[in-house]
């Protein structure tokens, strides 16, 4: 199985903190994504990664990739209350289609 | 914004009873998709679907699950005979796929599905 699983499983942090989660993988993958989920809702895509890839920015977001250890990271800068929520990483197999999420970290952030 | 639509938001039925849950991806995507979120868990896969067929299916997804696209943009999830345990949240989520866009999953807001 090709599924990432995230660590922490839950992290607390004050406001303008930065917080970092991490994800590992098993198998080879086309790409890596991040999605976010606030309590009771759809998740929203934040951020892809292509396996050729290594570091890429949006915004607040810094994710990294390192193939050689199947394991990337989410950062987010400078949180806000508003950033809590659960973070899931997904990976797809060599076909880029068929994503399979992690169990996800709970982030919350404490104004 | 396009966006992906799910009916019902939540349904609540007898144990042993058939559900059709409901979803209409975004007009020019691909790929569907249905997950489901047992409470406080993680995200399960359960089938993706291209091309008017089941492209991949997890172990969740036997014989007491089926998926139809019956028209050009409708996309349903039928559980035959619910069980207890088929109490969770369920998601769609379609994409446009690699060759023409970013292989971005965008997911509607799920139905709750509970199971007496």
């Known amino acids: 199985s090709q599924q990432g699983e995230e660590d922490p499983q839950a992290l607390s942090i004050q406001e303008g903190e930065n917080a970092t989660m991490n994800c590992s993988y098993k198998?080879?993958?086309?790409?890596l994504q991040w999605y976010r989920q606030n309590s009771g809702r759809g998740l929203v895509h934040l951020i892809l990664?292509?396996?050729?890839?290594r570091e890429k920015h949006s915004g607040r977001l810094r994710v990294t990739l390192d193939t050689s250890k199947k394991s990337s990271s989410l950062l987010i800068t400078a949180s806000r209350a508003a950033d809590t929520a659960s973070y899931f990483c997904?990976?797809?197999?060599?076909?880029?289609?068929?994503?399979?999420f992690g169990p996800g970290t709970r982030l919350s952030v404490l104004p | 914004e396009p966006e992906v639509t799910q009916t019902p938001s939540h349904q609540v039925t007898q144990m042993g009873q058939e559900v059709i849950l409901r979803c209409v991806p975004i007009?020019?995507?691909?790929?569907f998709y249905w997950y489901r979120q047992i409470l406080g868990q993680k995200v399960e896969f359960l089938v993706s679907?291209?091309?008017?067929?089941?492209?991949?299916k997890s172990e969740i997804f036997d014989d007491q699950f089926s998926v139809e696209r019956p028209d050009g943009s409708n996309f349903t999830l039928k559980i035959r005979s619910t069980k207890l345990e088929d109490s969770a949240m369920y998601f769609c989520a379609s994409a446009l796929g690699w060759t023409r866009g970013t292989g971005e999953l965008f997911f509607g807001e799920g139905s709750r599905l509970t199971v007496l």
């Open positions: 007009s020019n995507h691909l790929y």
């Open positions: 679907f291209y091309n008017n067929e089941i492209s991949e």
């Open positions: 997904a990976t797809a197999d060599n076909y880029g289609q068929n994503f399979v």
């Open positions: 990664i292509r396996s050729n890839e």
């Open positions: 198998t080879s993958i086309n790409n």
